[in-house]
C-alpha cells in the first residue's frame, strides 16, 4: 500500500517563499507520478504541479498549471522517495490546502485519476 505524508505548510508574508514535501511509502518513488494540489476555501482541488520520476531509462519530466509557472518548482529525490514543491513570490491567493498525491500511468492534473494521497498542509500567505 503505497502512503503519502506531506510536510512544510504555514503561515508566510505576501513575497514569501516555503517549501512542502511528499515522503512517499510502500513502493519507489520511480512508478508513480506525484502530483501536488491545492484545495482553496470554497473552491473545488485542483493540480498545481506533477513530475515522473527518472526510471533509469528516461528522464523524470515536470509539468506546471500555468498559473504558478515561474513560481513553483517541483523536484523530486529518488534516494528519499521524496518530492518537493519549492513555492516563491506567494500571494495571498496561494491559501490553501496543499496536497500531494500518486498515480500510475501518464502526468495528470485532474485530481480523480489519483489513488493515493497524503494529509494535506495549510499554507496561509497573508501580512
Known amino acids: 500500500q503505497v502512503q503519502l505524508v506531506t510536510f512544510g505548510g504555514g503561515l508566510v508574508q505576501p513575497g514569501g517563499s516555503l517549501r512542502l514535501s511528499c515522503a512517499v511509502s510502500g513502493s519507489t518513488l520511480k512508478y508513480y507520478v506525484i502530483g501536488w494540489f491545492c484545495h482553496a476555501p470554497g473552491k473545488e482541488r485542483v493540480g498545481v504541479s506533477c513530475?515522473?520520476?527518472?526510471?533509469?531509462?528516461?528522464?523524470?519530466?515536470?509539468y506546471y498549471v500555468d498559473d504558478v509557472k515561474g513560481r513553483l518548482t517541483i523536484s523530486g529525490d529518488n534516494a528519499k522517495n521524496t518530492v518537493y514543491l519549492q513555492m516563491n513570490n506567494l500571494k495571498p491567493e496561494d491559501t490553501a490546502v496543499y496536497y500531494c498525491?500518486?498515480?500510475?500511468?501518464?502526468?495528470?492534473?485532474?485530481?480523480?485519476?489519483?489513488?493515493?494521497w497524503g494529509q494535506g498542509t495549510q499554507i496561509t500567505v497573508s501580512s
Open positions: 513530475t515522473t520520476s527518472s526510471d533509469g531509462s528516461s528522464d523524470g519530466r515536470t
Open positions: 498525491a500518486a498515480r500510475k500511468g501518464n502526468y495528470s492534473f485532474i485530481p480523480r485519476t489519483y489513488a493515493y
